[in-house]
């Protein structure tokens, strides 16, 4: 265990669902990232929060809705997706870091398939 | 804009070899540089991370070398085995909250 546990582990829903993948963090970091990992493709950057504070939203459609209610938790919240949405979500964490000694720390990721 | 390649994409080795995976950025003005481990369906695993100031880092049979200058960085791992088997992934901050990632090199270490 990593010290980020994001549930659930994978999920399958109809483009007319609404639901929400979790992040949990345990290692006392004040930001928080939503990343998302498509096939032959670099990881895309979505959301970033800092200190519960969203200070980046990289040009991520409305249909993806990050909810960060403490510096522990971070969600993303899921409705009318489109199958191209399918992809592994990944979440990380890191600390305030001045002089860049540290990195990010990544949970397992949530395998998401819309049909 | 940042650009992080990672050569070779894949690669096939037997057991035993030295291997070298590479990762080139575009933009030398990084605060750091991170090696990652992802196993197929998995999160990613840190395995080194270089800053700025520093040359290379060390851990177990991994070795992370930097050239800021000439936007480079080689990821050297010895004596190879299959348990090594996985996909390796580079990333390069250039702010304070944000990594540029490459597209990963795919090892597979035959036993």
């Known amino acids: 265990e990593t010290g980020v546990t994001q549930t659930p582990r994978h999920l399958v829903m109809g483009m007319t669902n609404k639901k929400s993948l979790k992040c949990e963090q345990h290692l006392g970091h004040n930001a928080m990232y939503w990343y998302k990992q498509s096939a032959k493709k670099p990881l895309e950057l979505m959301f970033v929060y800092n200190f519960k504070e969203q200070t980046e939203n990289n040009s991520v459609p409305s249909r993806f809705s990050p909810e960060c209610p403490n510096s522990s938790h971070l969600f993303l919240h899921l409705h009318t997706l489109q199958p191209e949405d399918s992809a592994l979500y990944l979440c990380?964490?890191?600390?305030?870091?001045?002089?860049?000694?540290?990195?990010?720390?990544f949970g397992s990721g949530t395998r998401l398939t819309v049909v | 804009k940042q650009e992080v390649t990672q050569i070779p994409a894949a690669l096939s080795v037997p057991e035993g070899e030295n291997l070298v995976l590479n990762c080139s950025f575009t933009d030398s003005a990084i605060y750091n540089l991170q090696w990652f481990r992802q196993d197929p369906g998995k999160g990613l695993t840190s395995l080194l991370l270089i800053q700025s100031s520093q040359r290379e880092q060390t851990s177990g049979r991994l070795n992370a070398s930097l050239d800021k200058s000439s936007g480079r960085s080689t990821l050297y791992i010895a004596a190879s085995q299959p348990g090594d088997s996985a996909t390796y992934l580079c990333a390069v901050s250039k702010g304070t909250y944000k990594y540029i990632f490459g597209t990963g090199t795919r090892l597979k270490v035959l036993a």
């Open positions: 990380a964490s890191s600390r305030d870091d001045p002089d860049r000694k540290y990195g990010y720390t």
